[in-house]
């Protein structure tokens, strides 16, 4: 199994970003899948994740900023981020939870994928 998230870059406050996370060797259309994110000196955080349900839940820093969706069709999961503070700065990961668990702990994953790099400036 390989993931991989993409569509960081450097972006201004306020700025929005699209990261999404494609998948080898799974289909990530039947996992619960989890956004983390990881910035310098800091533990690793879950922010969003989606079950396969459809069901969402956030971290309150990113609540109503962030939303986390899936595109069955191309088996692709996205992270939405709006409203960008330099404080969301880190390297973001997605992540494959255990079957049939989901959440934000960063326990419940067990694979996970390359990171992307945001970067906000204020």
């Known amino acids: 199994v390989q993931l991989q998230a993409f569509g960081g870059g450097s972006v201004q406050t306020e700025d929005s970003l699209r990261l999404s996370c494609g998948a080898s060797?799974?289909?990530?259309?039947?996992?619960?899948v989890g956004w983390f994110r990881q910035a310098p000196g800091k533990e690793r955080e879950g922010i969003a994740c989606?079950?396969?349900?459809?069901?969402?839940s956030y971290r309150d820093s990113v609540k109503g900023r962030f939303t986390v969706s899936r595109d069955t069709a191309k088996a692709i999961v996205y992270l939405q981020m709006n409203n960008l503070k330099p404080e969301d700065t880190a390297s973001y990961y997605c992540?494959?939870?255990?079957?049939?668990?989901?959440?934000?702990?960063?326990?419940?994953?067990?694979?996970w994928g390359q990171g992307t790099q945001v970067t906000v400036s204020s």
């Open positions: 060797g799974i289909i990530l259309n039947n996992v619960a």
């Open positions: 989606i079950s396969t349900g459809a069901f969402t």
């Open positions: 992540a494959v939870a255990g079957p049939g668990v989901w959440g934000l702990r960063r326990s419940r994953y067990y694979h």
